[in-house]
Every structure is written in C-alpha cells, then in structure tokens.
C-alpha cells in the first residue's frame, strides 16, 4: 500500500500497481492523470476509484472535460434511493 500527496503523484515509476483510489478528488484535472497514471504502466491495466462529495462534483466535471470522457459513476445504497426520490439532490 502507497499513500502519497499529489506532490508523489508525478515522477515515481511504481511497478505492478493495479488499483489507485483517490479519497479526494484532486482540484486539478491534471494531478488526476498523474495519479491514475500509476496503474498503467507498460501496456498494463488499472482501476481507479474516487471518492467524490457533493460539494467535489464540479472537480469531476473539469477532470471530464480534460479527458474528453464521462467518468462512471456509482452511488451507495443510502444515496442511490435518495437520488430516485429527489431527483435533484
């Protein structure tokens, strides 16, 4: 296990890293490709996972539109029939 700060993010040449979960969601679409970036060294596939807040979901919107990708995303129980009662929570 590697806990890092966006600082080790960019210029470690870890191998074999399979997973990369951001508790937070960086603030800067780039450091998030400098951090998933772990896991696909070599040819080689990961998952990355991120943790995002309500209040972080605009961080997700940027990080988006960088890649040029919808990023899945994946509601807890508790949220997900939440959102199907109040469609604009």
Do not use: W
């Amino acid at each position: 296990m590697l806990i890092a700060t966006d600082v080790a993010a960019r210029g470690l040449d870890i191998e074999n890293v399979s997973h990369i979960i951001n508790y937070d969601i960086p603030k800067f679409p780039e450091n998030y490709i400098h951090r998933i970036g772990r896991t696909s060294r070599m040819n080689k596939k990961g998952i990355a996972i991120s943790i995002v807040l309500k209040d972080e979901y605009e961080y997700l919107c940027y990080i988006e539109g960088l890649i040029d990708k919808e990023i899945k995303q994946k509601f807890l129980p508790f949220q997900e029939e939440r959102r199907n009662r109040f469609p604009f929570y």
